[in-house]
């Protein structure tokens, strides 16, 4: 029996094409899916790629101006001459259900980022958010600035691992809780202990990554504490970088139950701070100490003003493209501080939270 009596009263539908992607046989359930009598498929041009076993997603023209999504995956026949079975599956639904996610991933991640930075005397404030590339893009990736007492400013930028629904949820968590926590604790380092004890009562499976910092508009006080975070880093007025490495320890959800320690520098005045998550830095083609390297070059040439660093850096680093994974960036500009202020960041302590 050969392949078109196989495959001629099927319920899937499935065409088979030759080496030059003409169709030489449709049934009518692939007639039916495409929206085109059998008659016509045959002899047309097919136009897709022929990867035995690979499968790929087209959208097709559906009833009332909807579109379709069909999976194809394709079969070498074993007999000559070389034709190629290709298998046609609906997977209209799937795609709806992605839609659907993504849609409330993204309405999710708006309610959370700030839509406006708040304005404090002695600093000026930007922040981005640049989604990932993927079906559904929105991932965990978050930040956030806090007024505090006292003339004192609570910055924050963290990353929930994975992407969808439950990692939007959890940074949402994670976010609110934070604001709470900077309330209820001057010290960043009790701050982040806290979250991680939130995290792992919420979601034990979870893990994520944020640093912490509590700014003092007076004195330039920057104190922090990271869990697993990338560094922070400072550039100068005069566009000197450097990457402020104390206050480490381990991501929030991982078990680690050693106490987490916070670290306090004074940034020099007219600086800038910039906060990031790793899709900023992160690439298959380079090592993380090289994404650094040219964080640090790009930041150095990116200007003062904090508007324009977040452009700057984005787009010498992005290179104009949607990354892999999601990034956000936040920076934070110190307003020129009288004599006196230190001109390089000078570390002051090391404490427990």
């Given at each position: 029996?050969?392949p078109e009596e196989i495959?001629?009263?099927?319920?899937?539908?499935?065409?088979?094409?030759?080496?030059?992607?003409?169709?030489?046989?449709?049934?009518?359930?692939?007639?039916?899916?495409?929206?085109?009598?059998?008659?016509?498929?045959?002899?047309?041009?097919?136009?897709?790629?022929?990867?035995?076993?690979?499968?790929?997603d087209v959208n097709v023209?559906?009833?009332?101006?909807?579109?379709?999504?069909?999976?194809?995956?394709?079969?070498?026949?074993?007999?000559?001459?070389?034709?190629?079975?290709?298998?046609?599956?609906?997977?209209?639904?799937?795609?709806?259900?992605?839609?659907?996610?993504?849609?409330?991933?993204?309405?999710?991640?708006?309610?959370?980022?700030?839509?406006?930075?708040?304005?404090?005397?002695?600093?000026?404030?930007?922040?981005?958010?640049?989604?990932?590339?993927?079906?559904?893009?929105?991932?965990?990736?978050?930040?956030?600035?806090?007024?505090?007492?006292?003339?004192?400013?609570?910055?924050?930028?963290?990353?929930?691992?994975?992407?969808?629904?439950?990692?939007?949820?959890?940074?949402?968590?994670?976010?609110?809780?934070?604001?709470?926590?900077?309330?209820?604790?001057?010290?960043?380092?009790?701050?982040?202990?806290?979250?991680?004890?939130?995290?792992?009562?919420?979601?034990?499976?979870?893990?994520?990554?944020?640093?912490?910092?509590?700014?003092?508009?007076?004195?330039?006080?920057?104190?922090?504490?990271?869990?697993?975070?990338?560094?922070?880093?400072?550039?100068?007025?005069?566009?000197?970088?450097?990457?402020?490495?104390?206050?480490?320890?381990?991501?929030?959800?991982?078990?680690?139950?050693?106490?987490?320690?916070?670290?306090?520098?004074?940034?020099?005045?007219?600086?800038?701070?910039?906060?990031?998550?790793?899709?900023?830095?992160?690439?298959?083609?380079?090592?993380?100490?090289?994404?650094?390297?040219?964080?640090?070059?790009?930041?150095?040439?990116?200007?003062?003003?904090?508007?324009?660093?977040?452009?700057?850096?984005?787009?010498?680093?992005?290179?104009?493209?949607?990354?892999?994974?999601?990034?956000?960036?936040?920076?934070?500009?110190?307003?020129?501080?009288?004599?006196?202020?230190?001109?390089?960041?000078?570390?002051?302590?090391?404490?427990?939270?």
């Amino acid at each position: 029996m050969n392949p078109e009596e196989i495959v001629a009263h099927q319920p899937v539908g499935s065409l088979i094409v030759d080496a030059e992607t003409i169709v030489r046989f449709a049934n009518p359930a692939a007639a039916a899916m495409l929206g085109v009598p059998p008659e016509r498929l045959v002899g047309e041009v097919f136009g897709l790629p022929l990867l035995p076993g690979g499968v790929t997603d087209v959208n097709v023209p559906g009833e009332e101006d909807a579109v379709r999504t069909l999976a194809m995956r394709v079969s070498e026949l074993p007999a000559p001459p070389e034709r190629y079975l290709v298998t046609l599956f609906d997977v209209s639904g799937r795609a709806r259900r992605y839609e659907h996610e993504h849609r409330l991933v993204e309405s999710l991640q708006r309610s959370i980022l700030l839509d406006r930075m708040p304005a404090l005397p002695g600093v000026r404030l930007a922040a981005r958010y640049v989604p990932g590339d993927g079906e559904v893009r929105v991932g965990g990736d978050w930040y956030d600035a806090i007024p505090l007492p006292g003339g004192r400013l609570g910055l924050a930028i963290g990353d929930v691992a994975g992407h969808g629904i439950g990692s939007a949820a959890l940074m949402s968590q994670l976010r609110n809780a934070l604001r709470a926590y900077a309330l209820e604790h001057e010290s960043p380092a009790a701050v982040v202990d806290r979250l991680d004890e939130l995290i792992q009562h919420l979601e034990p499976k979870g893990m994520a990554t944020m640093i912490y910092l509590v700014y003092e508009t007076g004195s330039g006080a920057l104190t922090f504490a990271a869990a697993g975070h990338p560094y922070p880093l400072v550039v100068g007025a005069g566009g000197e970088t450097s990457f402020l490495q104390g206050g480490r320890s381990m991501p929030l959800g991982t078990g680690w139950r050693d106490r987490r320690f916070h670290h306090t520098v004074v940034l020099p005045p007219a600086s800038s701070l910039v906060l990031y998550t790793d899709g900023l830095i992160e690439r298959r083609s380079r090592t993380l100490d090289d994404g650094f390297a040219t964080l640090a070059a790009h930041a150095h040439a990116a200007g003062q003003d904090p508007d324009a660093m977040c452009e700057a850096i984005l787009g010498s680093l992005l290179g104009g493209e949607a990354p892999d994974d999601d990034v956000a960036m936040l920076v934070m500009r110190t307003v020129p501080a009288q004599d006196g202020h230190p001109g390089r960041p000078v570390a002051l302590a090391q404490s427990p939270g």
